[in-house]
């Protein structure tokens, strides 16, 4: 259907509507325009919820990463998402240009367009109506002169036909000049006559073209304006819906890329990752032996006294002590504050009761090695942690540690060595063609990297020393199980820089998780009768041999070397501690898991 033909007289509602479908287009590109800032949103928060967990660069999160599958497989989640976050960024970016910067153009072209058609046709109406104006202008002017000569008519014959006129008025009106304006109203009469006959042909003849040809043309134009809007606009919606088809195989990409992640998570690599993670390399420590306490029941009255306590064999071992060993899982059973508690209650009850003579030099010996532990314990806070050949760690794990810093220290070698090379190349370049370049200029940076390549060749050293130390010093699975007192001690207490171990296991056997708070125990004073101040040489039971070097700076222990042989003087009473001399002057405790024992029945005096 034609709007020039069916709508000729509806020029102000064709107006309206097309106002509406304009503002229809600009409501549309509101709603693409706010659908792409809720895209570019919503992009945004994908992107910084990836970034919130991803594990910071050279971290333990980042490590544990590396290390394990279901978080290599969250890892690669996190990085599909962001990617997923990329394609809604370019869903916004396709939106915008090509369909809100392209309507927003176009409804600039659509207002003037339509502004120009409807301004030719307020035109033609304005025309029309002028041309009516007329015909009725000259229709009126022609009624009017059609009266006037009738009434001039009429008057003349009035006048003719009265008998009471007298001659002189006969003659006066009959008159030449009378006679003219009667025929003058005539001619004008006839002149109106043709003039409005005129245009009202003319008035016809416009009007005709007005509405079958020059409106019909102008609304034909408005028409097409409005179907090609409509059509403009069904083609948006589907960019609109192809924006997003776009995306949809990267975005299935991604989908599957997270996909393939969680397919490839292998619970049983992680298990056995937990396992190279913490293995110590220790062995499990060995049966506990039988003590035999009813020799004390055949003890008599005289063998309690204190002569006999101080000139007789060592005391019997007390029974708490061989209760306190614990396995290397069960450290954290014990919260800080009941080890605490625990001790402070020993403490407190030797305090407060009147132990036998015979039983003060065991009770001295516990004591001093409650005090050693907690020095030892602080001790390793400060010192033991972090350190450069991480001897905070395991052996098993300081040995991978070292191997993996040894990797990475070769590998910043191999580096510098090809930026040497290249270096060396392009000074020989130089050399043979001096229009492009001087040579000497690349000797600074060859004496650069020259310096860093030995730097990290003595570090490399530094560090291989260090992995055959320790790779030496493990012991052998196929070896006879050594008694280890304080396994769970050496996992978390290993020697420090200069290569010597600081425990952290009290001599009861018991673990504490925090050093600061068993640090600020307070212990109280004790003191001994100067009697038994000047015991008596203790006899030697055996020899042992240091297998690791320990540093002994707390009261009451004794430093050794690695291999050093010492006289055995108190074995292990199940405390972790061993009581050794070196000669008259120089004894004390060393852990039991850094020595070899060798008892001898028939042991020598020192």
Same mark, same amino acid.
């Given at each position: 259907?034609?709007w020039g033909?069916?709508?000729?007289d509806?020029?102000?509602?064709?107006?309206?509507?097309?106002q509406?479908?304009i503002?229809?287009v600009?409501?549309?590109?509101?709603f693409?325009?706010e659908?792409?800032?809720?895209e570019?949103?919503?992009a945004?928060q994908i992107?910084n919820?990836?970034?919130?967990?991803?594990?910071?660069k050279?971290?333990k999160?980042?490590e544990?990463n590396?290390k394990?599958?279901?978080?290599?497989a969250?890892l690669?989640?996190?990085n599909?998402l962001?990617?997923?976050?990329?394609?809604?960024?370019?869903?916004a970016e396709n939106?915008t240009?090509?369909?809100?910067?392209?309507l927003?153009?176009?409804?600039?072209e659509?207002?003037?367009?339509?502004k120009?058609?409807f301004?030719? &046709?307020r035109k033609a109406q304005q025309?029309?109506?002028? *041309?009516?104006?007329?015909l009725?202008s000259? #229709?009126?002017? +022609? %009624?009017?002169?059609?009266?006037?000569a009738?009434?001039?008519?009429?008057?003349f014959?009035?006048?003719?036909?009265?008998?009471?006129?007298t001659?002189?008025?006969?003659?006066k009106?009959?008159s030449?000049k009378?006679?003219?304006?009667a025929?003058?109203r005539?001619?004008?009469?006839?002149?109106?006559?043709?003039?409005?006959a005129?245009?009202l042909?003319?008035?016809?003849q416009?009007?005709?073209d007005?509405y079958?040809?020059?409106i019909?043309?102008?609304?034909?134009?408005?028409q097409e304006?409005?179907?090609?809007?409509?059509?403009r606009?069904g083609?948006?919606?589907?960019?609109f819906?192809?924006v997003?088809r776009?995306?949809l195989p990267i975005?299935?990409k991604?989908l599957d890329g997270?996909?393939? &992640?969680?397919?490839?998570?292998?619970?049983?690599?992680d *298990?056995?990752?937990?396992?190279e993670s913490? #293995?110590s390399? +220790? %062995?499990?420590?060995?049966?506990?032996?039988?003590?035999?306490y009813?020799?004390a029941?055949?003890r008599?009255?005289?063998?309690c006294?204190?002569?006999n306590?101080?000139?007789?064999s060592k005391?019997d071992k007390?029974?708490g002590k061989?209760?306190g060993?614990?396995?290397?899982f069960?450290k954290?059973?014990?919260?800080p504050?009941?080890?605490?508690?625990?001790?402070?209650?020993?403490?407190n009850d030797f305090?407060?009761s009147k132990?036998k003579?015979?039983c003060?030099?065991?009770l001295?010996r516990?004591?001093s090695?409650?005090l050693i532990t907690?020095?030892a314990?602080?001790?390793?806070?400060?010192?033991?942690?972090?350190?450069e050949?991480f001897?905070?760690?395991p052996?098993?794990?300081?040995?991978?540690?070292?191997q993996?810093?040894?990797?990475?220290?070769?590998?910043?070698i191999?580096?510098?060595?090809?930026k040497?090379?290249?270096?060396i190349?392009?000074?020989?370049?130089y050399?043979k063609n001096?229009?492009?370049?001087?040579?000497?200029?690349?000797?600074p940076?060859?004496?650069?990297t020259?310096?860093n390549?030995?730097?990290?060749q003595?570090?490399?050293q530094k560090?291989?020393?260090w992995?055959?130390?320790v790779?030496?010093?493990m012991?052998?699975?196929s070896e006879p199980p050594q008694?280890?007192s304080v396994?769970y001690e050496?996992?978390?207490s290993?020697?420090?820089?200069d290569?010597?171990?600081?425990?952290r296991?009290?001599p009861?056997?018991?673990?504490?998780e925090?050093?600061?708070?068993e640090?600020?125990?307070?212990?109280?004073?004790?003191?001994?009768d100067?009697e038994?101040?000047d015991?008596e040489t203790?006899?030697?039971?055996?020899?042992?041999?240091a297998?690791?070097?320990f540093e002994?700076?707390n009261?009451?222990t004794?430093?050794?070397?690695?291999?050093?042989?010492?006289?055995?003087i108190?074995?292990d009473k199940?405390?972790?501690w061993?009581?050794v001399r070196?000669?008259?002057?120089?004894?004390?405790?060393v852990?039991?898991?850094?020595?070899e024992?060798?008892l001898?029945?028939?042991?020598k005096?020192a």
């Open positions: 259907m034609s033909i069916e709508l000729w509806q020029f102000d509602n064709l107006e309206k509507h097309t509406w479908g503002e229809f600009e409501r549309y590109t509101k693409v325009k659908r792409s800032e809720i570019l949103s919503y945004k992107r919820l990836s970034k919130k967990y991803q594990p910071k050279n971290s999160e980042e544990e590396n394990y599958s279901a978080c290599r969250f690669s989640t996190l599909e962001n990617d997923y976050a990329g394609q809604h960024e370019v869903i939106l240009s090509q369909i809100i910067s392209e927003t153009r176009y409804i600039q659509l207002k003037a367009e339509r120009s058609h301004h030719d &046709g025309h029309i109506e002028n *041309s009516w104006k007329q009725e000259s #229709k009126r002017r +022609f %009624e009017r002169e059609c009266k006037e009738d009434r001039a008519q009429q008057y014959e009035k006048m003719d036909s009265d008998i009471n006129v001659k002189a008025d006969v003659e009106r009959c030449h009378a006679r003219q304006q025929q003058m005539h001619q004008i009469a006839a002149d109106s006559k043709t003039e409005y005129s245009y042909q003319k008035f016809n416009e009007q005709n007005h079958h040809t020059l019909p043309h102008i609304f034909q134009k408005i304006m409005e179907e090609r809007r409509i059509e606009v083609e948006s919606m589907k960019t819906a192809e997003d776009q995306v975005v299935g991604c997270m996909t393939k &992640g969680a397919e490839s998570i292998e619970p049983k690599h *298990s056995s990752q937990v396992v913490y #293995k390399g +220790f %062995e499990p420590p060995g049966d506990v032996e039988f003590e035999d009813s020799q029941m055949k008599t009255a005289s063998e006294s204190l002569s306590s101080r000139a007789e005391p007390p029974t061989s209760k060993k614990l396995w290397p069960m954290k059973s014990k919260s504050k009941q080890h605490k508690e625990a001790l402070t209650l020993r403490l305090m407060a132990p003579m015979h003060f030099r065991s001295k516990g004591l090695l409650k907690l020095n314990q602080v001790r390793s806070l400060i010192e033991g942690a972090g350190s050949d001897s905070h760690l052996p098993e794990q300081r040995r991978k540690k070292l993996a810093k040894v990797d990475d220290i070769n590998k910043d191999e580096k510098e060595m090809d040497k090379d290249a270096l190349k392009m000074k020989d370049v050399v001096p229009h492009m370049g001087d040579p000497s200029s690349v000797d940076r060859l004496a650069e020259g310096q390549i030995e730097k990290l003595l570090e490399a560090f291989e020393g992995l055959a130390e790779e030496g010093r012991p052998v699975k008694r280890q396994l050496t996992q978390n290993v020697p420090s820089n290569n010597c171990a600081q425990d296991e009290s009861d056997g018991s673990y504490t925090e050093q600061s708070s640090a600020q125990i307070k212990v109280p004073n004790v003191e001994f100067d038994f101040d015991e203790l006899p030697t039971i055996g020899t042992c041999k297998l690791y070097c002994g700076n009261e009451g004794i430093s050794v070397m690695e291999g050093e042989l010492l006289y055995v108190e074995e199940g405390d972790g061993t009581r070196r000669n008259e002057e120089e004894e004390g405790y852990p039991t898991s850094y020595v024992v060798f001898d029945t028939n042991g005096d």
